[in-house]
C-alpha cells in the first residue's frame, strides 16, 4: 500500500512538473509576440507570485491598475508561469514572467520602479522586498475582519493602503509598535469604481439572492466556509420557492481541503442545474467567471460567509447576512461589523426565506448597514476612492523624489522630526 502511494505521489509531481513545464513555454511564445516595451518604462509594479488559483487576487485590480496606468505605468511581475498565462489572457496590465530571482534582477535592472504594490502576503513576497529604493506597499486584494487583515506582515511593508477607518482601528489594536498613522493610507475601495460584468440574466420580479461561500480552510481558526452547513439547505429552500433567484458564487478554491465540503458544492451546482431545467425562466446562476461587481449590484440580499465578500458587499449599501461558523474554533473578530451583522445560523439555514424577506423590511438594520459602510469606506460616493488611490500613489511618488533628491545631494538628508511628520501627515 505505501509503495502504491508513493507511486501515485510520484506521478502527481510529474505531471504538474510537466504542466508547469508547458505553461512556461506558452507564456514565452505569447510574451515573444505582445507588445514590447522599452527600458525604463514601468515605474509602478505589481508583484504576484501566485498561480491561477488565486487569480481572483489579481481580477479585481484590473481596472483600477488601468486608470491608474494612464498616469504611470504599470506592470505585473509574474512569478508562476499558470499566473502569468492568466493575466496574458485576461484584461491585464502588462505582464513580465520573471521565474527567478536572476530574471526579477534583470527586470528591476532594466526598469525605473519606484512603487511595488502587493496584493497578498506570498512568502516570496520576500524575494521582491530585497530591493530597496523603491516603495514596497500592500494593497490587499479586499477587506475583511479574518486575521489575515491583522498579521504581522504588514510590518515589513513600507506602506499599506487601506480602505477605512475600521482597518486603521484593527491594525491598532492587535500590531505592537506599528505606527498606523504613519504607515496607512485610506483609499477606500476603487474597486467598487469599476463594477463589472453584465446580467446573465433577464430581470424580473423574482427577489434575487446572491450566496457567495468560501472555501472550508485550512486549519480550524480559519473554518468560515458555510457550503456544508448551510449551503445546501438554503440554496435548495430558495430553489423551491419559484419566486427566488439564486446566484451562487463559491470560492475558487473551495473543496481543495475537504471532500466532503467539495461534495456539498458540486450538489449545489447541480440543483441550480435541475431548477433551471425544470423552470428555464428562473435563470439561477452558478457563477464562476472572473468578473465581480454585477453580483454584488445586482441582488436584493446577499449571504456570504466570513471573508472578503463581507465587505465587497457592505460597500454597495445593501442587506446582506453572514453565516455563523459551525465550527466554535473559527476566529470571529466581533470588535467591527461582525459585532452588528445579520447572523445565519446553521439551524436557521433552512428558514431563509423568512430570513431574506427580514432584512429586507427591517429598517434599523438597514441604518446600522448604512453606519458600518461609512466606518469601513468612508466617502462611498462614486469617483472618490479612486481619486484616493491616486493621490496615495502621487504622494508616495512625490516622496520618492524627496529621497532620490536627498541621495544625490539637493536637499538635506537629515530632516528634522517636523518636516519628517508633515510630510507623513499628508499622506
Known sequence: MGAFSDAKKAYRLLKRAVASRTAVQRVRRSLAVSEQFPEGHFKIAVYFADGAVNMYQMRQWYRPLAELSKRWPVVVLARQATGAEKLLAEDAPPVAFVPTVRNLEKFVAEHDIRIVL????????????????????????????????????????????????????????????????????????????????????????????????????????????????HGERLVSALLATGS???????????????????????????????????????????????????????????????????????????PLMITRPADERASIDTTGYLSDCEWLTADAAADIVAEVERVRADDAAIARLRMWVQHYFGDTTPGVATAKFHAGIEQLMAKWDDWEAHEMGAVRPDLDDDDEEGDEEEI
Open 118 to 229: 502587493y496584493v497578498n502576503q506570498n512568502t516570496r513576497n520576500f524575494q521582491m522586498f530585497r530591493y530597496g529604493r523603491r516603495w514596497h506597499v500592500f494593497i490587499n486584494h479586499g477587506e475583511s475582519d479574518k486575521m489575515y487583515m491583522t498579521t504581522n506582515q504588514y510590518k515589513a511593508y513600507d506602506y499599506a493602503m487601506v480602505a477605512g477607518q475600521a482597518a486603521r482601528d484593527r491594525l491598532s489594536r492587535t500590531l505592537w509598535a506599528y505606527d498606523v498613522d504613519r504607515r496607512t493610507i485610506e483609499i477606500g475601495r476603487p474597486q467598487a469604481d469599476h463594477y463589472s460584468g453584465e446580467l446573465p440574466y433577464a430581470p424580473d420580479d423574482r427577489t434575487v439572492v446572491l450566496y457567495a461561500p468560501t472555501w472550508e480552510g485550512d486549519r480550524p481558526s480559519a473554518h468560515y466556509g458555510s457550503i456544508a452547513t
Open 244 to 318: 427566488h433567484r439564486v446566484i451562487y458564487r463559491p470560492h475558487p478554491r473551495s473543496g481543495v481541503v475537504d471532500h466532503d465540503y467539495g461534495a456539498a458544492h458540486r450538489r449545489i451546482i447541480a440543483a441550480i442545474a435541475a431548477a433551471n431545467a425544470t423552470d428555464p425562466r428562473a435563470q439561477h446562476v452558478y457563477d464562476d467567471g472572473p468578473e465581480l461587481g454585477w453580483q454584488l449590484s445586482a441582488a436584493d440580499v446577499a449571504v456570504v460567509d466570513i471573508s472578503a465578500m463581507v465587505y465587497d458587499r457592505l460597500a454597495s449599501g445593501k
